[in-house]
């Protein structure tokens, strides 16, 4: 971790990210330089708050400043691809919020980049990090679970649910087409994709849009904070047309198949995501909010609860984990699994041959399965991923 | 109760559900005075370890007794419907196991058989009433939770895991053509409807056969004991074309939307349903191996995890709530709730004008989402429910 | 099971105890022949509620009634030993609700005179044939956890929370000089004893009266019920003295120790036992409230959540559960699991060399540990079990 | 947050803590500037693998160096009281870990110097900070809960359930004459008592050594690590005389009971502490290993499942909570949200009128009971807590 400690980084995006990648990175021991948002006064406000010794003036100033190793752009979805691209133009690593853009036509281009650049570059699809997800992949590579062939479960929260509720991600020109599909079903797509080893490749979707109307607050508001809105703020009423919710069914590479259901609609579901994976000879299933145990299920002997202890883990799994088993490692320590691995790469100045972390060509490939989900939901019927040839 | 004690009924079918019917309907005080099976030498068998007076020699010498009330009828799939009519034709009130039968051809003959009968007739969708199905039932009712809008969840089980497990539900004679979705989706698909109130209008589905050999034995195998037939049974190797698993997606009245997976083949799901059920207002959830608790989700104040308290529940779920919150009360108890239901009804003669449990007409329902469940696999698209014009 | 079909027996008491058995007797094909009570007329109705033939003019007139094999006793505590005396001194099979009776000078006779009668006697600790607690009973008596070392728990019910509520049991003259530790403090005792199949030595209890005085009302309250009564119900003020809850130090045989916790006044743990058993090798743990899975803690290896699988279970489990996984076994069902291992004994007429059913001498057992707890309150220091030289 | 950044602080102690204590000032911006452990050697690889600037050459040096602003001692056990003392006497700061020594002499002494130094002193009760302990002190305080009245619970682990396994906590010279009490019970000891506001008056415990000799390695051994020295490295037979598990009863100020069990000796229990508040009105509970939910049981509707939810939280527990609900925050979010408390006051350059994390006070509040637990084992019954008179 030595090589780490000094490094430094600025951030774009002044919201609860923001903060949450500074956090994460200080507990490496990285030096978060300074912040760039949208105003250099919003910027010196969260500089302040964070600790943070600059204040940039633009996000160009921050992307030229060469002291910094690496740029993590945390800014709303719309601005993604260009940000980071910029950022490794300028010869910084990136580290890029999911999803990655708004459309698969600028991630290709973004990943198309990046992978010409000799450059770091991770999109963060965190959730990879929580110990018992990596646990479970290493198990399906160890071959331990027999053959995937089934994936079912849900992310399911709240707080989108009234038709006060208002974020930018309403907007449909800075969040994209889809909503609940891009911003938690994609974390949803990678990590199974992820634990099982096997891309989609065709996909069935229902998008709902449960609230057709919204009171559109004139102010700004943060992130799980819309009823935090004054009730006598001021609004506008907006018709609504990305999906606060939707069915998918989904076929993978070798045969697998999958159910998924996403919404920001359900009272009480704060932010729970679940999925369980049925294999050939045992299934393996997570819940978000209950990251200790990894619930494994046999046939023939007694199902298990397995606890977060290294000593008990697959290698993949004891790798990522940084505490002793009970000690529960809850959602800022995704952050912090997650910025190791890319920081290991960051000190060795680029990309190992096999990231260890999700890269921008992920982060496209869910952009893909974006696509494909609009098409169907359109076109009432099956649509392929359609990934262009290698 | 009193005017049950002493009811005597007839059970067809010698399986675990013969013995199911009988201890529930024992606990009501219904007199069982017999059982009929495909030969006269099984029905004695069952007859003796079960305690009954009478082995019929057949199916028709049971349902021509004068002497019985009712009949239950628990054989397999593909003589359901003959069997019921037959009793109902013979002036029996009929209690019948679900699906109803094999295709929707035949229950909506049955269905309407049995409307016009004056008889009382009850399809065992027993799961409804675990109390808290009928307790959230009641919520939807009173307006409690808003409006109903969408509804995910799954029913897995592994008796089906492996190539050498073996039941008649195989045999697509005995259990027709879908088998998942048939014997335990139907369960979800009525129970869903239950509580919400709402019918499926619209399916898309995606059926899969992950086994696609096994070994079948010569020798006949019960219901969750396949692998316990001896490894060196004689069998005979048979390709297979019905559901081990299948995804649904789901319209229902009034704009609900739904998300639902079925397997037979997830290790370590012994039997597992699940519902979240998503309002305008609030959500309810329910996990059927963990039925003492309801849990109801909240945007604005702390979620609740409902006991099975009568005092606490609706009068829907107090009515069929038998014991203590904090007394378990678990899957015979629901057969015994259901009963209870259906035997007052006996007791008076003839169905109420809204009966209390599922009758043939909600039996031939599920049979027709089934249907439009098939039609869709086969085109790949949103296959309607086609029920007759009223 | 067919030696048990038309055995004919008699239920003392009309609360909802009487209940219970009736429809567990029944489940078995019993012959529930009628009830006696504190007066006919309660009797009668009773009879009629439940469907019963006949209701007894008077406790001595059901004991004599020479057509039963069998008498149930589910009257008040104070009752319990005189009746159940009657019973077998009239040459009935007794079985006994808990606890046996209200001193264990009362149940030493009564143990001896059942020990003599050559009658089978069994007391209602139904908690011991939860399919799970059999099932753990069987792991340490097959030495697959080690030896017992330490077992932690709880039983926790709220239902005498508020001064208002009340019951007979808030009336030593009925119940006896401890409370909570005789009404359920008893089943945890017996429970855990059964499981790790160790008795307790010594205690060193602590008892608590959190609600010092109660306001009596005039008119007869059920368990669980005292919320019910009306508030203008006329009530008379009373001081109490016996234990709202508790807090106990075991000693058992073996070097086992333990540590309880007892209460009826903690609001929201409606019905709640728990126990936890480690031992040098293995523990196991189980939640009354969630009764499908049994928890067996590994120090070297993930920890398992059993299902109620027969298949996966100890003979000892398999052999008291009647359902197949997943199909949730409750409160009800560990009467019918406990009357079936004693109507074996009443079918074959005598008690077995070793019962699998707790006795009358278990019962006393636990009346000698209730003594010792009280000895221990009072002295505040250790007291032993005062058990009689064989 | 903006003064803490800069803030300059040294660690002593070179195992885990010393790492978890860096990682959670560095979230807060706080610059961890270096090291000291029991030789040089081992900081500079301490401060190598941390990414720290400073290995200092002994606890001295660090004291004395006047750039620090605070210290934090994380040492073995025998040696906080003096390390402590050390470093406020040289007019840092100090933050120890739990527990404070190893006697009540010694930790009195320490207290009475922190108290007049001036100084910001606290001690590790990190357990405090998670959001929901918090939450339930705010509900306690706020009289929402009526009368805390009884606290029951246990805190079990396994990591020393072996013979072969090993830590300087089984050195009674290093740990103190108590072991699981004074390692795991103190937290417990501490947690219910700012939970419920009440302190510990009088104790009734019995101490268990059920792993009365183990294999002393000869090599240094990490906690939590005991199960990874070599089978085949060089040992010591040794007797053992502390305890492997504990039950304690317990008497609060304004008559409040208590139940608590200890182990680290429980196969399979990780780290797991529990605990249930039980008052007049509603009770509380909640599970280490599951920290999003609080428990919160009513008598007159249903109980809840609090999700971690700054808007539905009392102001104590939004306080503390760092991440929007359904965002799990585990066992290094503690360490945060404690150090964060105490570099408020670190900034403002003197301890709060009423600090909001534990101080040396409380510390050594908590060896008074350990005395208490003590003498009470020995003396066979209750023990009162000996607190010097105001």
């Known amino acids: ?40 006064a919003r910027a010196q406000e969260v500089a302040d708050r964070l600790g943070l010794a600059t204040a940039y003036d633009s996000v160009e100033a921050l992307v030229k400043d060469d002291s910094l190793a690496a740029v993590h752009v945390t800014s709303p979805n719309d601005v993604h ?17 999911k999803p990655l853009g708004v459309s698969a036509g600028e991630t290709a281009a973004l990943a198309e980049l ?13 959730l990879r990090f929580s110990p018992h997800n990596h646990n479970a992949a290493g198990m399906v590579r160890d071959g331990a679970l027999g053959e995937p062939r089934y994936v079912t479960g849900a992310y399911h929260q709240d707080w989108l649910l009234e038709e006060t509720d208002w974020n930018w991600r309403l907007v449909a020109e800075r969040q994209g087409h889809l909503r609940a ?12 994709s992820f634990v099982s080893g096997r891309r989609v490749v065709e996909v069935l979707a229902d998008l709902h849009t449960f609230v057709p109307e919204r009171n559109h607050p004139l102010e700004e508001v943060g992130t799980f904070a819309g009823h935090t809105v004054a009730s006598d703020a001021e609004r506008v009423r907006e018709r609504m047309t990305s999906d606060d919710a939707a069915g998918m069914l989904l076929r993978f590479e070798g045969g697998m198949r999958g159910v998924c259901s996403v919404s920001q609609v359900s009272a009480g579901r704060k932010n729970r995501l679940t999925w369980e994976l049925s294999c050939s000879e045992r299934s393996v299933a997570w819940v978000s909010e209950e990251p200790e145990y990894l619930w494994v299920g046999h046939r023939d002997r007694p199902n298990e609860t397995a606890g977060k202890d290294p000593s008990l883990m697959t290698a993949m799994g004891a790798a990522v984990t940084g505490y002793p088993a009970g000690h529960v490692e809850g959602y800022p ?43 169907s939901a359109r076109s009432r019927t099956w649509a392929p991923v359609r990934r262009s040839a290698p």
């Open 181 to 192: 599909v891009a911003d938690i079903g994609s974390h949803w797509l990678d990590l199974v």
């Open 114 to 126: 990046a992978a010409g650049s000799g450059l770091v570059n991770a999109v963060c699809f965190n």
């Open 1 to 40: 971790m030595s090589q780490v400690a000094g490094t430094r980084v600025g951030i774009v995006g002044t919201g609860w990210m923001a903060a949450t990648h500074t956090e994460a990175l200080r507990r490496l021991g990285v030096d978060v330089a300074g912040v760039a948002g949208r105003s250099p």
């Open 333 to 375: 320590d995704t952050f912090r699994g997650l910025f190791a691995a890319v920081y290991a790469d960051v000190a060795a100045g680029r990309p190992s041959a096999a990231p260890a972390y999700p890269t921008f060509a992920d982060g496209h490939d869910v952009m893909l399965v974006c696509d494909a989900v609009v098409e």
């Open 81 to 97: 691809a260009e940000q980071a691209a910029a950022a490794l133009r300028a010869g910084r690593h990136v580290v890029c919020e």
